[in-house]
C-alpha cells in the first residue's frame, strides 16, 4: 500500500530540482551548502531504494561468525543487527578473530559490509570490481 | 555566547582598548572587521589596526582568534595555542607572528588572541586543483618537510632552552609507545558513541598487534596536512592550527600527512595530494638528520584513518544529540566507509601484512 513516486524517486525529482533550477539562482557564498543539500538528498535517496535484503543477508552473516548466534530467521532480525555488530565488535578487540580462518571469514564479512554502506554513502569511492 | 565584532560596536571599542595597553600604545584604531571561514572548534576574524604611538606605532594586518562556543574536548584552548605558536617560532618552524593573549573575558566573553594576518590560500581541494597556488610542488613538498623536521626538533628536553619560563604541562604526555596509547584512546572515544564500528575495532586491533616503541617523543603537531598551511603563488607562508599539539611519534606526523583522505581527490600524489613522497621526505631528513622508516609510516597511515573516522563519529555525534545542528557535521558521519574501506585495503597490503 505505497503511492507512486515513491520515497527514492520523489528524492531524486527534489535533487534535480536544486541542482538545475535553485543552484544556479544560489550567491555563492552558499553554493557549498546548496551542494552539501544535494549529497544529503543523494544518499537518502540511495537508502530509501535499498530495501532489506542486503539487512537481512547482514544479519545472517553475522549470524554464521558469531558463536551461538540464535535465531536469525524470523521478523526480529532487523532489531537483532546492532546487537550481532556489537558482539562481533567484542570478538575482534577481546583478539578471538586474530587468526585462521576466524580471521578470514570476518575480514570477508568486514569488505562486505563497507561495500554495501559504501554503495549508499559514495559509490565513487568503491574499489574497482 | 557569540560576539559579533561586525555589529557590536561596545565589544570593538574593548578591543581596541586592550590592544592599545597590550601594544603600549596611545591609541589603537581598529578597521576592516569581517569573519573568517574557520573550523569547528574556534572563530576567526580578519581586522587592521593602526597604533598610534608607542615602539610598536604603525598599521598591522591580525587575525583574531577566539574559542568557539563548542569546542572538541582533545584541543586546546587559545591561551595553549598562543604558547604553541611562541614555541613553533623559537624553534624555525613558519608561523603567523603570535602577537597579544587576552584571557580576560570581560574583553570579548572568552580567550583570544591576536596574529599577524598572512597572506595565501589554505582550502586543500583548491590547493590540490590549482598548480599556480603554493609554488613548484616538490620544492613545496621539500619545505614541508623541512617545516616538519622543525617542530619535530622540540622535544622534552629543548623545550626549557627554547622558550624558557613557559609551561606546557597541558600537553598530553606519551609512553614509550604512542601507538598503544591511540588505541587506549580511541576505544575509549568508540565505547562512548552509541553504534558499534567492527571494522574500526579491526583497525584498532591491528594497532594494538603491531605496535612498536617510538624511536623517541617529540612535539607532534597532530594536524599537519594540506587544509591546515598556507601558500600564494610563490610557496608557503604559514603552518596553521596547532591545536591538536601533544607528545608522541614524530612518524605519526608523517603518515598522517601522507594518509590518502587529506590527499583531496589526487590520491596519486601521496605527500598530501601535492607531490610524491620522495621531495617530502628528502626535506624532513635533510633537516633533522632522522630517518624515516616507511613501516612505521604505515602503521601511523592505518592509525590516521582510524582517527579520523573516530572524530568524523564524534563530530555527527554533536549533531545526532542535537548539541549542534549541522548538515555538515551530519554529513562528516557518512564519510566513515571510504575511511575504513582504506583501512582495510592498508591492513590487507603486502606491507600490512608483512609487518
Known amino acids: ?129 | 555566547m557569540t560576539i559579533d565584532l561586525a555589529a557590536d560596536a561596545a565589544a570593538r571599542e574593548r578591543l581596541s582598548r586592550f590592544i592599545a595597553r597590550a601594544a603600549g600604545a596611545r591609541r589603537a584604531a581598529l578597521s576592516n572587521i569581517a569573519p573568517l571561514r574557520g573550523g569547528a572548534i574556534q572563530e576567526n576574524w580578519s581586522l587592521d589596526i593602526d597604533l598610534e604611538g608607542g615602539a610598536l606605532a604603525g598599521r598591522y594586518a591580525l587575525v583574531l582568534r577566539t574559542d568557539a562556543p563548542s569546542r572538541v574536548a582533545a584541543s586546546h584552548g587559545r591561551a595553549q595555542e598562543f604558547a604553541l605558536l611562541r614555541l613553533a617560532r623559537a624553534a624555525g618552524v613558519t608561523v603567523p607572528e603570535p602577537l597579544w593573549l587576552c584571557g580576560d573575558p570581560a574583553v570579548l566573553g572568552r580567550a583570544f588572541y591576536l596574529m599577524r594576518r598572512m597572506p595565501g590560500v589554505a582550502a586543500g581541494h583548491r590547493i590540490v586543483k590549482d598548480p599556480s597556488l603554493g609554488g613548484p610542488r616538490h620544492a613545496l613538498a621539500e619545505r614541508l618537510g623541512q617545516e616538519l623536521a622543525r617542530i619535530h626538533a622540540v622535544t622534552p628536553q629543548t623545550l626549557a632552552r627554547l622558550l624558557p619560563g613557559q609551561s606546557f604541562d597541558f600537553l598530553a604526555p606519551s609512553s614509550a609507545n604512542p601507538g598503544l596509547d591511540r588505541v587506549q584512546l580511541y576505544r575509549r572515544y568508540l565505547d562512548d558513541l552509541a553504534d558499534p564500528h567492527p571494522v574500526l575495532e579491526w583497525g584498532l586491533r591491528w594497532l594494538e598487534l603491531h605496535s612498536r616503541p617510538a624511536g623517541e617523543i617529540t612535539l607532534v603537531h597532530q594536524d599537519f596536512r594540506t587544509g591546515n598551511y598556507l601558500v600564494d603563488e610563490r610557496g608557503l607562508t604559514a603552518i596553521l592550527d596547532w591545536e591538536f599539539c601533544a607528545w608522541g611519534d614524530p612518524m605519526s606526523d608523517i603518515g598522517w600527512f601522507c594518509a590518502r583522505c587529506w590527499r583531496f581527490g589526487a590520491v596519486d600524489r601521496e605527500a598530501g595530494g601535492i607531490a610524491a613522497r620522495a621531495p617530502f621526505y628528502r626535506g624532513y631528513e635533510a633537516a633533522c638528520g632522522r630517518r624515516i622508516d616507511p613501516a612505521a609510516v604505515h602503521y601511523w597511515e592505518v592509525a590516521a584513518h582510524v582517527r579520523w573516522a573516530v572524530i568524523a563519529l564524534q563530530q555527527a555525534a554533536r549533531h545526532l544529540s542535537g548539541a549542534q545542528r549541522s548538515l555538515e557535521l551530519a554529513l562528516t558521519g557518512r564519510i566513515v566507509p571510504e575511511l575504513e574501506l582504506e583501512i582495510l585495503r592498508l591492513i590487507d597490503s603486502p606491507e600490512g601484512r608483512a609487518a
Open chain 1, 1 to 129: 500500500m505505497t503511492d507512486k513516486p515513491d520515497a527514492a524517486a520523489l528524492l531524486e525529482e527534489a535533487r534535480r530540482a536544486l541542482l538545475d533550477t535553485l543552484l544556479p539562482l544560489l550567491p555563492p557564498e552558499h553554493r557549498y551548502d546548496g551542494l552539501m543539500v544535494a549529497n544529503a538528498m543523494a544518499i537518502a535517496a540511495r537508502e530509501a531504494g535499498q530495501g532489506d535484503a542486503v539487512l537481512r543477508e547482514a544479519a545472517q552473516r553475522l549470524a554464521a561468525l558469531l558463536p551461538e548466534p540464535g535465531d536469525t530467521t524470523n521478523a526480529s532480525w532487523q532489531a537483532r543487527l546492532p546487537e550481532l555488530e556489537t558482539r562481533l565488535a567484542r570478538e575482534i578487540r577481546a583478539g578471538r578473530c586474530d587468526a585462521g580462518i576466524r580471521r578470514e571469514a570476518v575480514a570477508d564479512y568486514l569488505r562486505w559490509s563497507v561495500v554495501v554502506r559504501l554503495r549508499l554513502s559514495n559509490p565513487k569511492a568503491l574499489p574497482n570490481p
